[in-house]
Nanobody, 126 residues
């Protein structure tokens, strides 16, 4: 049974930083691509970032490129999202996800992922 537990969300002022964590269990973590998505009320869930199993390759949405950094610690079965220079439009529920067995690249589409965490709320005040 795959379990993903996000943490690290909260309320921060614009320009501030947060680091999200996602602890995974139930799979050989280092084999799998991991991703972060976010969703605001009334909108579709959108891609934020992804990282390959070794951490060698990463992918970012244009809206967060240069401000967010994804990383992983396979010894701790944890993936991180370091978020800097936060903007009010970054406010959302952030979800981590683990990719399907067949995915070996840092995929940006939701269909590439088959397990999701419960989400953590990030609120950026102006």
């Amino acid at each position: 049974q795959v379990q993903l537990v996000e943490s690290g969300g909260g309320l921060v002022q614009a320009g501030g930083s947060l680091r999200l964590s996602c602890a995974a269990s139930g799979r050989t973590f280092s084999w799998y691509v991991m991703g972060w998505f976010r969703q605001t009320p009334g909108k579709e869930r959108e891609f934020v970032s992804a990282i390959t199993g070794t951490g060698r390759y990463t992918n970012y949405a244009d809206s967060v490129k240069g401000r967010f950094t994804i990383s992983r610690d396979n010894a701790k079965n944890t993936v991180y999202l370091e978020m800097n220079s936060l903007k009010p439009e970054d406010s959302a529920i952030y979800y981590c996800a683990v990719a399907r067995d067949s995915i070996s690249y840092a995929a940006s589409t939701q269909s590439a992922y088959d397990y999701w965490g419960q989400g953590t709320q990030v609120t950026v005040s102006s």
